[in-house]
């Protein structure tokens, strides 16, 4: 009689973190490696890190369960991405290839730099962190990176990440910088020419969902709820929904959880997000 073989499929779950920080500042850092200790995340993602390579190594150096990845923007300053990876999970880093010019203002013929960071984690799924350009940084000139943002940077990176998804389950993380839906800001008539909510930036992001397959999973999850991942530094700003994670459809029925920590208590613009992924 001929043996069967019974094959097991061994199921892991990760808790993925994201946090555009504004800067890593002494009381950003303090509740980092809170959350880090306590929640133990198996990756955080870090936007806006806005130093220096060298003062960053010495900072997540201290953190000897973690490995990291730093992409600082040049000038470092600005901008700046990186991930720390617990020293259990296996990973690969990915060429990060967007086929764009980078936005004025980079010294650096990389549009990717201080940007995106691509991982392959144990070869079971991509992840893409990023902190998407924003498409309004001059008080005279409200809008004018929206042509370089919607003409550039996200044909080039819908390009990459289709083109990643084809070799497995993908997640991008992070600073997206684009409130999909009227839902995801606080006042949806007053901010419909805010940087991240324009009518070209929503039907950009849209189209590239809807085209390729890709799911809103937080939005999937709390189809009703008014949460937001930017509150800038005022109290009476609102609020706005610029931090996602958007998935790969082959990764839908795998996200046991995602969330918003709007109640963070740190005093920065933004407030982690994340979730947890059954793979």
């Known amino acids: 009689m001929e043996e069967k073989k019974i094959t097991i499929k061994v199921v892991s779950e990760y808790l993925i973190i994201s946090w555009n920080i504004d800067g890593l500042r002494p009381e950003v850092w303090t509740y980092l490696k809170d959350q880090i200790l306590s929640k133990k995340p198996h990756i955080f993602c870090l936007n806006e890190t806005k130093k220096p390579v060298e003062f960053l190594k010495e900072m997540f150096s201290s953190l000897e ?3 990291f990845i730093i992409n600082s923007h040049n000038p470092p300053r600005w901008h700046g991405v990186t991930i720390l990876i617990r020293k259990d999970v296996k990973y690969t880093q990915i060429l990060s290839t967007l086929k764009c010019l980078p936005r004025k203002g980079t010294i650096s013929n990389d549009p990717a ?3 995106v960071i691509t991982i392959s984690v144990n070869g ?3 992840l893409v962190a990023t ?3 924003n498409s309004g940084v001059d008080r005279k000139n409200p809008l004018k990176n929206l042509p370089y943002r919607i003409k550039e940077w996200d044909p080039a990176l819908f390009s990459y990440l289709n ?3 084809n070799t497995g389950p ?3 993380i992070g600073d997206i910088n684009v409130c999909p839906e009227f839902i995801d800001v606080s006042h949806p008539k007053s901010m419909i020419r805010y940087a ?4 070209e930036e ?3 992001l849209e189209k590239f969902i809807k085209n390729s397959g890709w799911i809103d999973i937080w939005r999937l999850q709390h189809p009703n709820d008014k949460v937001y991942s930017y509150r800038g530094y005022t109290k009476t700003f609102g609020g706005m929904r610029l931090d996602n994670v958007i998935v790969s459809k082959d990764l839908k029925n795998k996200i046991s959880e995602s969330f918003i920590d709007y109640d963070c208590p740190v005093d920065t613009d933004h407030t982690p997000i994340g979730i947890k992924l059954n793979i």
């Open 113 to 115: 730099c201080g940007r």
């Open 65 to 67: 369960d973690y490995n």
């Open 170 to 172: 993908t997640i991008w």
């Open 202 to 204: 929503r039907e950009s």
């Open 163 to 165: 083109d990643l998804s």
């Open 131 to 133: 902190y998407v350009p």
């Open 196 to 199: 991240g909510f324009t009518k």
């Open 124 to 126: 079971r799924f991509n």
